[in-house]
């Protein structure tokens, strides 16, 4: 199957500082990727869809200024949390839909980010 | 209500046991069913994948849907340690476009005891 790297897989880093998250297709394009949270024995939350070449797409209640998402390549999709709080201390997971036939059906999830904020 | 509901366990059971896991939802428009199992800091990874009602079975794992119920279930047969793990159930409409999200349910953490 197709595979999906995020780097770094931790990160740990103060309170008021930016942190950027990578997520990249190994063996396929993407023009489309998506990026989740997920808070400790809950499910995933989408926040929003980047798109290859054009501005993100961010789910109701989530700050687009807050969560700079860039897609400058169809490999590559980038998180940047700026003025990070211990709040967006969370798991940050990207996924990227597989094409099977003319269907994108089945969405490839990366290893996760772990992002703690002190 | 929420557009999918998952029971939120946790669940234990015996090494050897048979599981079922089970989603509702309420949304008509889905046609696409999917499990994933995701372990403790790992992402999700895609275990079933089915579409619109029927059954598909894979080794030791059957998948379920029952649109006419908004109900899927996913069997593991002769469950193993290695089965341990959080299973999330997800459902999509029938776009094709590589924008189509997942909803997702809330997940539910299984334990198999050796």
């Known amino acids: 199957g197709a595979v999906v790297s995020q780097h770094p897989s931790w990160v740990i880093c103060k309170s008021g500082t930016s942190v950027k998250i990578e997520c990249r297709s190994l063996d396929f394009q993407a023009t489309t990727m998506f990026w989740y949270r997920q808070f400790p024995k809950q499910s995933l939350m989408l926040m929003a869809t980047s798109n290859e070449g054009s501005k993100a797409t961010y789910e109701q209640g989530v700050e687009k200024d807050k969560f700079l998402i860039n897609h400058a390549s169809l490999t590559l999709s980038t998180l940047t949390v700026t003025s990070a709080h211990p709040e967006d201390s969370s798991f940050y997971i990207c996924?990227?839909?597989?094409?099977?036939?003319?269907?994108?059906?089945?969405?490839?999830f990366g290893p996760g980010t772990r992002l703690t904020v002190l | 209500q929420k557009e999918v509901e998952q029971d939120p366990g946790p669940l234990s059971v015996p090494e050897g046991a048979i599981v079922s896991l089970n989603c509702t939802y309420s949304n008509s428009a889905f046609q696409y069913f999917m499990w994933y199992r995701q372990y403790s800091r790992k992402g999700p990874e895609l275990l079933m994948y089915?579409?619109?009602?029927g059954n598909k079975e894979d080794g030791r794992f059957t998948a379920q849907v029952d649109k006419s119920s908004k109900y899927i279930s996913l069997f593991i047969r002769d469950s193993q340690p290695s089965d341990s793990a959080t299973y999330l159930c997800a459902m999509k409409g029938g776009e094709a476009g590589a924008n189509s999200k997942l909803t997702f349910g809330k997940g539910i953490t299984l334990s198999v005891r050796p």
């Open positions: 996924s990227a839909p597989g094409l099977a036939g003319n269907s994108y059906n089945e969405q490839f």
């Open positions: 089915t579409y619109s009602s």
